[in-house]
């Protein structure tokens, strides 16, 4: 009989305990999670410059292959919503409802989320398309700090054929490339091309300013690997306005220097399949330059 009355206070203990112990989590839920890894959710909202190479996929791969011991970093989660050509305009008319749905649906399962919105390649060259461009990344930003989202703007950089006012293609930087590698060449840019890529990157750099949002400067970054003779668009477009895979790889490395705050320097320079490690480390450096502000596109 007395072994069987210990037995029940014990089990009556360890029920208690146990109870005690749920109540405790539920008023404390924050240390019921204690040892999980933290949570991350990336927004993606713009066109084919983040759909092209996949570049959310870059950014996984150079996140999964640089976490280790010493440097931390969150499960990262991808949500992208991109339509060919779309302005901010158009994706706040048609895709707004897709948009804030990801918003709640991150907000619930992340720690923290951060929305990468990037305007149409051609919204930063005029006037008039600059002002939809800063009415609409304004609505967008207010629409995610609705759900304590971060903001970051994806810059973006001119296109490698440029034209003159009467419609008709200057010279691409392409044959200005041919010029500096072959015949000895100082000149590499077009001044209306180095023009763009300013106006450009200063438009994304104000207006990140006005938003008190983040900006991944990729468009500096691109002006400067193609200062150092690196072929960063894709080359049999007739325009030349998207990037190629050294390109996805370059503007992968500026948004994670951006998103994290750790030196792009710190990426594996096997993180990418279509670069040599030789040329990532090129990129690494260019990254990081960018990242802490020290470029003039």
Excluded at 81 to 97: D, F, G, I, M
Excluded at 157 to 165: E, G, N
Excluded at 219 to 233: C, K, L, N, P, Y
Aim: glycine share 6%; hydrophobic share 40%.
């Amino acid at each position: 009989m007395n072994h069987d009355c210990r037995d029940m206070n014990k089990l009556i203990a360890m029920r208690l305990t146990i109870f005690l112990l749920t109540v405790w989590f539920c008023i404390n839920p924050s240390l019921a999670r204690t040892g999980e890894k933290e949570k991350m959710t990336l927004i993606f909202v713009g066109n084919s410059y983040i759909y092209v190479n996949d570049l959310p996929g870059i950014l996984s791969g150079i996140i999964d292959s640089t976490r280790c011991d010493t440097i931390s970093l969150p499960e990262v989660n991808m949500m992208v919503v991109t339509r060919a050509s779309y302005t901010l305009e158009q994706h706040w008319k048609n895709n707004r409802n897709q948009i804030e749905d990801s918003l709640k649906k991150a907000a619930v399962e992340s720690d923290s989320v951060i929305m990468i919105i990037q305007e149409q390649s051609q919204g930063a060259l005029t006037p008039a398309s600059r002002a939809r461009m800063k009415e609409y990344a304004t609505l967008f930003a207010s629409l995610g700090r609705k759900y304590y989202a971060g903001i970051i703007l994806y810059q973006t950089w001119a296109r490698r054929v440029t034209f003159d006012r009467y419609g008709q293609p200057r010279r691409t930087i392409s044959q200005y490339m041919y010029q500096e590698v072959i015949e000895g060449d100082t000149t590499v840019l077009d001044e209306s091309i180095t023009s763009a890529s300013k106006g450009i990157c200063r438009t994304y750099r104000q207006l990140a300013n006005e938003l008190d949002a983040g900006v991944a400067p990729c468009g500096e970054a691109f002006a400067e690997a193609i200062r150092q003779g690196m072929f960063v668009h894709q080359m049999d477009e007739v325009y030349g306005n998207h990037p190629n895979p050294i390109g996805s790889y370059l503007a992968a490395s500026v948004m994670f220097g951006t998103i994290f705050g750790i030196s792009p320097q710190s990426i594996s320079e096997n993180a990418y399949r279509y670069v040599w490690p030789s040329l990532a480390r090129r990129l690494h450096s260019i990254a990081e330059e960018a990242v802490e502000g020290k470029l003039e596109p």
